[in-house]
């Protein structure tokens, strides 16, 4: 059983992706074990009202129940609020890096209120590709470690899943008692060996960031890692199948 | 993994250690399959522009190295600016010590004329030329290369093998840039397991001018293992992947 927490469907202007229907990359994730997956559409990030994409998102999937649909949430388009009460989505990402507001403002508090009382699982992209690799006119800047922590430290009670950040990253974020890292970036020689050494691996969860990353590639830093295999089962799912209830 | 490649051996062509003491590296190379490995060097660890005792120092650990372990191969690390005289000498230290190439990282930009030393030397030692590129949207370091900047390298040298690290970070875009040049190659290293530039390359270039590289630097930087699924998780074919993985590194280092 494998839960992959961090996948996209949808247009992306600068995707280039092998999979060319929602079907292909299904039989992908499948064929890597993933037995449930976690999907938001990346145009949702862009669109000036998330909500319009989502329920395409919603459409999309529907002959795929193995998939999970994840709202997008842009604290500037104040109807996130109906979309948090809406019984459509069992978890919210923001994506902070796109928003044309910062992490400090009140609407952004506003938002994490919503989901403190609906006790909702909120994941956190903290970018979309390498910023190295970005189209040189369409920079876009992943959000200060700071600001998360101190957003995490305001509202202890959300769990909070940050997905695609660096290693270094990963170990300040996951001190925090209710932030998660997901290993879809991660990587060093021996990626989980090194990284249990920094954090307990109940902090790590399964993330692929499939179609922009190869799934297989998330999965091989676990099923290649020479560590007890009741520890890879953590990291594949018991650590986030829990909170796939909430709700 | 489920590719259906069987069960051929691999051959990494851009790896880095910091250290000589390297059997953890290839302890974990082997539990992967992944049987030869190309030394490129420590080449940044006296920054982007290390003086001649330093660039010594680098290749003599490669040369410790691939004298110790016949599992290795080496290529000696320039710094094209410390004149053609050093360089030239550097080069021939190496070829004797059986390197069989030359990598060049970020000390100078490929358009520079000292570059030219370097491929002249290659030329005439029979050498490969490992030349890091990528385009970076967040500004070069030191004199970094993009895959334009080989375009005359390329074009003057025909003969030199040249084979450009970091197909990721080249990008859709240096794939072009050098697709007119036969004998440019590209490793399949750099940024993340991003899907889509391998197979994108095997249709612009052609399976044999690419070549498996993880581009670890052990003991610190990328994992064998998701490395290696760049390649087998790739959406190209069986004997596509044999190349890559293997045949293409064999044929250009003259192996079996």
């Given at each position: 059983m494998i839960v992959d927490l961090n996948v996209h469907w949808g247009h992306w202007p600068r995707g280039f992706w092998p999979w060319k229907t929602l079907g292909g990359l299904v039989k992908a994730l499948k064929g890597c074990g993933i037995t449930r997956a976690l999907i938001s559409s990346p145009e949702s990030i862009l669109y000036p009202d998330p909500v319009e994409t989502d329920r395409i998102l919603l459409t999309r999937i529907k002959p795929f129940p193995f998939l999970t649909p994840v709202a997008t949430l842009n604290p500037a388009v104040l109807n996130f609020q109906k979309q948090i009460a809406g019984k459509d989505f069992v978890a919210f990402r923001l994506v902070p890096a796109f928003w044309d507001c910062?992490?400090?403002?009140?609407?952004?508090?506003?938002?994490?209120?919503?989901?403190?009382?609906?006790?909702?699982?909120?994941?956190?992209?903290?970018?979309l590709e390498d910023e190295r690799?970005?189209?040189?006119?369409?920079?876009?800047?992943?959000?200060?470690?700071?600001?998360?922590?101190?957003?995490?430290?305001?509202?202890?009670?959300?769990?909070?899943?940050?997905?695609n950040v660096y290693f270094d990253e990963a170990v300040q974020l996951a001190r925090q008692p209710n932030v998660w890292v997901d290993l879809s970036f991660l990587e060093r020689f021996q990626t989980l060996k090194s990284l249990l050494t920094v954090l307990p691996v109940e902090k790590v969860v399964f993330g692929s960031h499939a179609p922009f990353l190869y799934p297989e590639a998330a999965l091989a830093k676990v099923m290649c890692a020479r560590i007890p295999e009741r520890?890879?089962?953590?990291?594949?799912?018991?650590?986030?199948?829990?909170?796939?209830?909430?709700? | 993994?489920?590719?259906?490649?069987?069960?051929?051996?691999?051959?990494?062509?851009?790896?880095?250690?910091?250290?000589?003491?390297?059997f953890p590296l290839l302890e974990e190379a082997a539990g992967l399959r992944i049987s030869r490995m190309n030394i490129l060097g420590d080449v940044l660890?006296?920054?982007y522009y290390p003086e001649k005792e330093q660039v010594?120092?680098?290749?003599?650990?490669?040369?410790?190295?691939?004298?110790?372990?016949?599992?290795?191969?080496?290529?000696?690390?320039?710094?094209?600016?410390?004149?053609?005289?050093?360089?030239?000498?550097?080069?021939?230290?190496?070829?004797g010590l059986g390197f069989r190439g030359i990598k060049l990282e970020v000390s100078v930009n490929a358009r520079d004329r000292?570059?030219?030393?370097?491929?002249?030397?290659?030329?005439?030692?029979?050498?490969?030329?490992?030349?890091?590129?990528?385009?970076?949207?967040?500004?070069?370091?030191?004199?970094?290369?993009?895959?334009?900047?080989?375009?005359?390298?390329?074009?003057?040298?025909?003969?030199?093998?040249?084979?450009?690290?970091?197909?990721?970070g080249c990008g859709f875009r240096g794939i072009q840039d050098l697709k007119p040049y036969p004998q440019v190659y590209f490793d399949t290293s750099g940024s993340q397991p991003v899907a889509g530039i391998l197979e994108y390359a095997v249709e612009q270039l052609g399976p044999e001018r690419i070549l498996f590289g993880s581009d670890v630097y052990f003991p610190g930087g990328r994992d064998f293992s998701v490395q290696l699924a760049c390649v087998r998780a790739a959406r190209i074919g069986k004997s596509e992947k044999k190349l890559i993985l293997s045949g293409n590194a064999l044929r250009l280092l003259g192996e079996k």
């Open positions: 910062s992490l400090k403002e009140k609407t952004v508090r506003k938002l994490l209120t919503l989901i403190q009382e609906r006790k909702r699982l909120l994941l956190i992209q903290m970018r690799s970005q189209f040189y006119p369409l920079q876009v800047p992943a959000p200060k470690i700071t600001d998360l922590l101190a957003l995490a430290k305001n509202f202890p009670s959300v769990k909070m899943v940050v997905l520890v890879k089962g953590a990291i594949l799912f018991r650590n986030s199948q829990r909170w796939l209830s909430i709700g | 993994m489920k590719d259906r490649i069987g069960k051929i051996s691999f051959y990494d062509f851009h790896v880095h250690t910091r250290t000589t003491e390297i660890r006296f920054g010594k120092q680098i290749n003599d650990e490669t040369g410790y190295l691939i004298k110790r372990y016949r599992c290795l191969t080496g290529f000696a690390f320039i710094n094209p600016g410390l004149g053609e005289k050093l360089v030239i000498a550097e080069i021939e230290r190496c070829a000292r570059v030219r030393v370097v491929m002249e030397t290659a030329r005439r030692l029979n050498m490969i030329v490992v030349h890091h590129s990528w385009y970076k949207a967040t500004g070069k370091s030191g004199g970094e290369s993009e895959p334009a900047d080989l375009v005359p390298l390329a074009e003057a040298f025909p003969e030199v093998p040249l084979v450009v690290a970091h197909l990721r």
